[in-house]
């Protein structure tokens, strides 16, 4: 029984305005990962076979084929485990789903945070948002406009 929270890893100016959960569209992304096992027995470790992100909008389903490894846990023991290069093709909101495999084959039983409902087996699933590109880059420039100092007594030409 592992538990998964999420957070995400975006270049230093997409950092100071998005949250853990939040990318850009077209942007590279990181996806953390801290696994715990909440469970009383020792976890083999596995592999994240594959992540899909699911437009919740739209009709649209973006996957990527990998392996992952999900390290050995020890009941309590946390991980932390990053997949990377992820850049998604669309914005709005998504789910983003992992698919798992034990390596003793056994069922993965994920949580969303410990003491919560099972988020799945053999699979784990988080919203996350992904921002028009655009858009952020409108953001961006406000907030740049936002910082400028004016001067007290400014001087119009004649």
Same mark, same amino acid.
């Given at each position: 029984?592992?538990?998964?929270?999420?957070?995400?890893?975006?270049?230093? @100016?997409?950092?100071?305005?998005?949250? !853990?959960?939040?990318? *850009?569209?077209? *942007?590279?992304?990181?996806?953390?990962?801290?696994?715990?096992?909440? !469970?009383?027995?020792?976890?083999?470790?596995? $592999?994240?076979?594959? *992540?899909?992100?699911?437009?919740?909008?739209?009709?649209?389903?973006?996957?990527?084929?990998?392996?992952?490894?999900?390290?050995?846990?020890?009941?309590?023991?946390?991980?932390?485990?990053? $997949?990377?290069?992820?850049?998604?093709?669309?914005?709005?909101?998504?789910?983003?789903?992992?698919?798992?495999?034990? %390596?003793?084959?056994?069922?993965?039983?994920?949580?969303?945070?410990?003491?919560?409902?099972?988020?799945?087996?053999?699979?784990?699933?988080?919203?996350?948002?992904?921002? %028009?590109?655009?858009?952020?880059?409108?953001?961006? $420039?406000?907030?740049?406009?936002?910082?400028?100092?004016?001067?007290?007594?400014?001087?119009? @030409?004649?």
């Amino acid at each position: 029984m592992i538990t998964f929270s999420l957070f995400t890893h975006v270049p230093n @100016a997409e950092r100071q305005i998005l949250t !853990g959960t939040e990318t *850009v569209r077209g *942007v590279t992304t990181d996806f953390n990962f801290e696994l715990t096992n909440v !469970g009383r027995s020792p976890f083999s470790g596995g $592999v994240i076979t594959q *992540v899909a992100f699911h437009a919740i909008a739209y009709s649209l389903v973006s996957y990527y084929s990998l392996d992952t490894v999900i390290p050995p846990l020890q009941p309590s023991e946390k991980k932390e485990i990053t $997949v990377k290069g992820f850049s998604p093709a669309f914005d709005g909101a998504a789910w983003l789903v992992l698919l798992l495999k034990a %390596n003793d084959d056994k069922p993965i039983k994920t949580y969303q945070f410990k003491g919560g409902e099972i988020a799945g087996t053999n699979e784990w699933r988080n919203s996350v948002y992904i921002q %028009n590109q655009e858009m952020f880059n409108i953001y961006q $420039v406000l907030r740049r406009m936002e910082k400028r100092k004016i001067p007290k007594k400014a001087v119009l @030409a004649k």
